[in-house]
């Protein structure tokens, strides 16, 4: 049973917190995290991790020994969204997933975000309150952004990064990604909304037979953001990550122009490794997991040969 007390109700939009509508809200995004958590491989533990802006529930999956792979899930997922590429990642090394503090999840927010700097702050605190002395960081889509925000700023700890069609981060937003994010704030059908997932996701199903859409959707409908806008990193910063970095970019992808993104990680990243995979889309995880598993596996394997 949960110890940590979700943020349900009005009260919490006030103090700019991330919050479920109502208790029904709550219990019915639960159901469907639940389901969606019972695909994934059994954790080896749940933690819920405190920092200076919430408490972080993060899930360990596979061996005992190793570099750790810290995964960060996109805007409106959390952990579970990982389904496909679990038991990929998590056969040679462990593995934390986690919910992200101010979107929908099962981590719960106590302090407001309010800048790119708190938004590194509380990853840095969970890396800190981990077990291990460092760990490898990806992320997908606003994690791919969260994971080079806090290299830019908090860089301790993190051994390398993964970064998965990165919103906000190599390209700007497309008019297409606004269109989506209005899902996560208005209301409308869920044929809409179902609709929405599908085209940012290079026309999969996005019907709520599958758990993850499902998940996604929930979280689009249930839950209310209080996040500061991503701020876009500058040329000087982009250069100035020290860390091995693989990029992975899908050339069906909406949310940037494609090949304008991949050419500036290649022309900034002093240590990058950037793919551009051209038919794949924004889910460029879950269209293709094993090449996905393959291709940060290998990546990890050589930044850990490589001295620090």
Same mark, same amino acid.
Request: charged content about 20%.
């Given at each position: 049973?949960?110890?940590?007390?979700?943020?349900?109700?009005?009260?919490?939009?006030?103090?700019?917190?991330?919050?479920?509508?109502?208790?029904?809200?709550?219990?019915?995004?639960?159901?469907?995290?639940?389901?969606?958590?019972?695909?994934?491989?059994?954790?080896?533990?749940?933690?819920?991790?405190?920092?200076?802006?919430?408490?972080?529930?993060?899930?360990?999956?596979?061996?005992?020994?190793?570099?750790?792979?810290?995964?960060?899930?996109?805007?409106?997922?959390?952990?579970?969204?990982?389904?496909?590429?679990?038991?990929?990642?998590?056969?040679?090394?462990?593995?934390?997933?986690?919910?992200?503090?101010?979107?929908?999840?099962?981590?719960?927010?106590?302090?407001?975000?309010?800048?790119?700097?708190?938004?590194?702050?509380?990853?840095?605190?969970?890396?800190?309150?981990?077990?291990?002395?460092?760990?490898? #960081?990806?992320?997908? !889509?606003? +994690?791919?952004?969260?994971?080079?925000?806090? @290299? *830019? %700023? =908090?860089?301790?700890?993190?051994?390398?990064?993964?970064?998965?069609?990165?919103?906000?981060?190599?390209?700007?937003?497309?008019?297409? #990604?606004?269109?989506? !994010?209005? +899902?996560?704030?208005?209301?409308?059908?869920? @044929? *809409? %909304? =179902?609709?929405?997932?599908?085209?940012?996701?290079?026309?999969?199903?996005?019907?709520?037979?599958?758990?993850?859409?499902?998940?996604?959707?929930?979280?689009?409908?249930?839950?209310?953001?209080?996040?500061?806008?991503?701020?876009?990193?500058?040329?000087?910063?982009?250069?100035?990550?020290?860390?091995?970095?693989?990029?992975?970019?899908?050339?069906?992808?909406?949310?940037?122009?494609?090949?304008?993104?991949?050419?500036?990680?290649?022309?900034?990243?002093?240590?990058?490794?950037?793919?551009?995979?051209?038919?794949?889309?924004?889910?460029?995880?879950?269209?293709?997991?094993?090449?996905?598993?393959?291709?940060?596996?290998?990546?990890?394997?050589?930044?850990?040969?490589?001295?620090?």
């Amino acid at each position: 049973m949960d110890t940590i007390a979700p943020n349900i109700g009005a009260a919490f939009k006030a103090a700019r917190l991330g919050h479920f509508r109502d208790a029904a809200a709550f219990h019915g995004y639960r159901q469907v995290y639940d389901r969606a958590m019972a695909d994934l491989p059994a954790p080896s533990a749940t933690l819920d991790v405190p920092t200076d802006f919430g408490t972080v529930r993060a899930y360990r999956f596979g061996p005992a020994d190793g570099v750790p792979l810290l995964l960060l899930p996109g805007r409106t997922a959390a952990a579970p969204m990982w389904e496909a590429n679990l038991a990929g990642l998590a056969r040679s090394r462990p593995v934390y997933a986690i919910d992200l503090i101010g979107e929908p999840g099962l981590s719960v927010q106590t302090r407001p975000l309010t800048s790119g700097e708190d938004q590194a702050a509380w990853l840095a605190s969970l890396i800190d309150g981990l077990p291990e002395p460092e760990l490898h #960081v990806l992320g997908l !889509s606003i +994690g791919g952004w969260s994971a080079v925000n806090l @290299a *830019v %700023r =908090r860089p301790a700890g993190v051994r390398s990064l993964v970064l998965l069609e990165p919103a906000a981060t190599f390209g700007g937003i497309t008019w297409k #990604v606004v269109i989506v !994010s209005l +899902g996560s704030v208005l209301p409308m059908p869920r @044929a *809409v %909304r =179902r609709r929405l997932l599908s085209w940012i996701s290079g026309g999969a199903d996005a019907s709520e037979d599958d758990p993850v859409a499902a998940l996604i959707a929930a979280g689009m409908r249930d839950f209310t953001a209080s996040l500061p806008r991503p701020v876009y990193p500058t040329d000087e910063q982009l250069a100035g990550i020290e860390l091995p970095t693989l990029v992975i970019i899908g050339g069906r992808s909406i949310i940037h122009a494609p090949a304008k993104a991949a050419e500036r990680a290649r022309r900034l990243l002093r240590h990058g490794t950037v793919e551009l995979w051209p038919e794949a889309s924004h889910a460029v995880n879950g269209e293709f997991p094993e090449r996905v598993d393959t291709t940060v596996n290998a990546f990890l394997a050589k930044a850990e040969a490589t001295p620090a």
